[in-house]
């Protein structure tokens, strides 16, 4: 993280946070918490001594007291993720650390106490009704969508789970995208962009492996190595019912949650699209767009 261009102010108050916070983070860490014992009397304070944490760390003494009085050392990612251990860090305060020691952080995991977000984020996609949300996960799996998401996207659940797939894939809803040829590159290089922050992952590879099995349109665009940033992106349909429809796709992340996904659609000031989309929720208009749809 810290790069040749840091000034010596910047570095100083860097190292001088690394230090306030290390040593917060270990007074707040009991030894019985570390499985130590706690000292008795002779501990003048709650948390771990400094020595505690270098044994426990399995780092020398003199080095962790060196990193811990912000000292400019050499550290290294197997090292920190030791003290991060020992400190019980959460994930956020891991990339923290790892900031404040000067290198690039880990990517970003949900902490335990954030994985089960799930009402929330139905509450959140609902309230975007009448118009289409989902949510998906690091590789694309669908997890949840909306009401206006099955109606005008096409998303259901005898189609491929995987939005990457299924938009190659699905005939309906490449029937109902314009311009579909226009959109793949770009949606290929935005999911090859996500890929590229967890290169080692299989779940990635086992998507692109299956999309080459059944799909030559996206090897042709997968071999042009494309990257572009997950953001937003233009969609004009052609429904059966109401005819055309634009809207913007904006892929949103929730930093509690950075392993999904939020794709809310926005409808453009073209089309009458959000007096279409209103039409379709209602009763009358969920009547006319029952599944199966001819594409």
Known sequence: MATVF??????????????????????????????LPD??????????????????AGVGVSWYQWLEQGRDITVSSQ??????????????????LYVLAGLNPPALEAAPEDRDMCDGLRRLIDAWMPFPAHIMDRYWNTVMYNDAAAIVLGMRPEISQNCMIAFFTDPLHRARVSHWE?????????????CSEYEDDGG??????????????????????????????????EHPVVG????????????????????????????????????????????????????
């Open 79 to 96: 090292v920190l993720d030791s003290v991060a251990r020992v400190l019980r860090l959460s994930p956020a305060e891991r990339r923290h």
């Open 182 to 194: 226009e959109l793949a590159p770009k949606v290929v290089a935005q999911y090859r962009s996500a």
């Open 244 to 295: 055309t429809l634009v809207v913007e796709s904006t892929q949103l992340r929730v930093p509690a949650r950075p392993d999904l996904v939020i794709v809310m659609h926005t409808p453009l000031p073209e089309a009458d699209t959000a007096e279409k989309l209103e039409w379709l929720v209602s009763p009358e208009g969920r009547r006319g767009a029952m599944y199966p749809l001819a594409g």
């Open 39 to 56: 000292g008795g009397a002779r501990r003048r304070t709650p948390g771990l001594r400094r020595e505690e944490v270098a044994v426990l």
């Open 6 to 35: 840091e000034s010596a102010g910047a570095k100083q108050h860097r190292l001088g946070e690394l230090r306030e916070f290390l040593m917060s983070r270990r007074a707040r860490v009991s030894p019985a918490e570390a499985g």
């Open 204 to 237: 990635f590879r086992a998507v692109v492996d299956e999309l080459k099995e059944c799909s030559q349109e996206f090897v042709e665009l997968w071999e042009r190595r494309d990257v572009l940033p997950g953001g937003q992106n233009r969609k004009e349909m």
